[in-house]
């Protein structure tokens, strides 16, 4: 599951019709269990420009719940990516087409 908090959504300038209804409630994401505002599928691009890119599609779930991350990533898009996390280096590798 990917989570990117309501805040980010409405900063990045999509328009609330974007997301999908979904009356769903998920648990582990802070202390109480949260309500979902809906979904929405967007091409994500990972990496940067001059050393590499990869673009994949991600199902965002919004939340709207107050936390110090613009979005948590899950295991399908880490999945899709290739990815391998490095959390004592806090740094995800994968390998792009560059």
């Known amino acids: ?3 990117p908090f309501w805040k980010t959504f409405r900063k990045m300038g999509l328009d609330k019709e974007a997301i999908i209804p979904l009356d769903e409630q998920i648990v582990g994401v802070s202390v109480e269990r949260i309500n979902t505002r809906g979904y ?3 091409h994500t691009k990972f990496g940067r420009a001059d050393r590499g890119h990869k673009t994949i599609i991600v199902r965002y779930l919004i939340v709207d719940v107050n936390m110090s991350y613009n979005a948590l990533l899950g295991r399908p898009s880490l999945n899709k990516l290739g990815a391998i996390v490095s959390t004592p280096h ?3 590798k994968f ?3 560059c």
């Open 1 to 3: 599951m990917d989570v």
């Open 40 to 42: 929405v599928d967007l």
């Open 90 to 92: 806090l740094t995800t």
């Open 95 to 97: 390998l792009t087409d």
